[in-house]
């Protein structure tokens, strides 16, 4: 009976956690840091490719500094209307 009882509580907690998530947020999030690091990914090949100082590596470092703006203002715009989001809010 014990073990039951257990288990009845760890499911109803889990279903209260899970129930909470807001998942298009979780997806936006999720988004914006892929954003965040698709050109930071492409560094070292192009660095080893170009080098440090070449054009490319200029145009990318051009392009994740956009990328920061852009994503750095879709931040701030969450964290004003949600305030600082936890796991249980969006998830690990």
């Avoid at 009976?1 to 298009?24: D, G, R, S, V, Y």
């Avoid at 500094?65 to 690990?92: F, M, R």
């Amino acid at each position: 009976m014990k073990k039951i009882i257990l288990l009845i509580a760890f499911i109803f907690t889990t279903h209260f956690l899970f129930a909470q998530i807001n998942k298009p947020l979780a997806a936006k999030l999720d988004s914006i840091y892929n954003d965040d690091q698709k050109y930071r990914l492409q560094i070292d090949s192009l660095i080893n490719k170009f080098g440090l100082q070449s054009n490319q590596i200029h145009q990318l470092i051009l392009l994740m500094n956009q990328t920061d703006s852009i994503n750095l203002n879709k931040v701030k715009t969450i964290l004003e209307k949600y305030g600082w989001l936890g796991a249980d809010s969006i998830g690990k």
